[in-house]
């Protein structure tokens, strides 16, 4: 029996130690893919914007390893600045959709009422709709461009985080530390920052790093149907978009910025569940 239990042992810890690695991998791999946006401008070998009719549709290789479009301009280059666009934006729209939706979800947990109901009704409206068909919808209006585009998202993401961080709440509030919390004197502010916030982080977190190659992949489907970024912003589901009608005859020109959104979506989905397999509390147990 005890041969059994260091094997189990054994077992749990190569698995852990298994996850561990994942996570160095596929984080340094997010990480690289965040610096080579933030680098973009660093890193492009030639003008991504720089137009040579003369070189119009050249084919992979030579001075141009990823071809070029219509407009002779480099796709490696594009390519490369467009990841500033498209992967900051996402960024930018996980951050306002978790920070908003936690806080609504953390207010009606923990106050609860009928502002709670009514808010709670609100997220049911939002989530009633298909997503992306309402993002549509309210990018259309608000005249497309990628800031509007991220609005747009905004407006049908925050439920998720509302509805993730006020069942949390409603459990940590029932907590007997809670109770303890409240009769040393705490306050409100002090019980949410030290107490809910801390221990509603691990869902959130995990949640937001799995919704970064979501947002990655929407923002790029509004700009591949004109309702995010404008030629000639290099962005990946723009430059798609563009070159959706050489396909055939100039296929390098739509192949090279969707192999880049495939790629950084399946790194930051990798990266995300390695975060939830680390932060599972089966894992932390064992």
Known sequence: MAEEQKITIRKQKIVKDHTKLKMIVFGALAVG????????????PCDPYEQDLGSALLPPGGAH?????????????????GSQSTIFSALLL???????????????GYHGGKLDSFLMRVSDIFLAFPGMVFAIAVASVMSGGILNAVV???????????????SQVMTIKSMPYMAAAKLSGSGTWKMILKHIVPNIAGPVVVTAVLDIGTMIMEIAGLSFLGLGATPPTAEWGSMMSNGRSMLQTSPWVILAPGAAIFLTVMIFNLA?????????????GR
Request: hydrophobic share 55%; proline share 4%.
């Open 152 to 166: 747009a998202l905004a407006c049908i993401s925050w439920p998720k985080y509302a509805r993730i961080a006020r």
């Open 272 to 284: 995300g569940d390695t975060v939830r397999d680390l932060l599972d509390p089966r894992q932390k």
């Open 33 to 44: 893919v965040v610096l080579m946006a933030a680098f973009a401008p660093y890193l492009v």
């Open 65 to 81: 390893l990823l071809g070029t479009d219509r407009y002779g301009r480099d796709m490696l280059s594009r390519v490369i600045m």
């Open 94 to 108: 996980v951050v306002i959709i978790t920070v908003i939706g936690s806080a609504v979800g953390i207010f009606c």
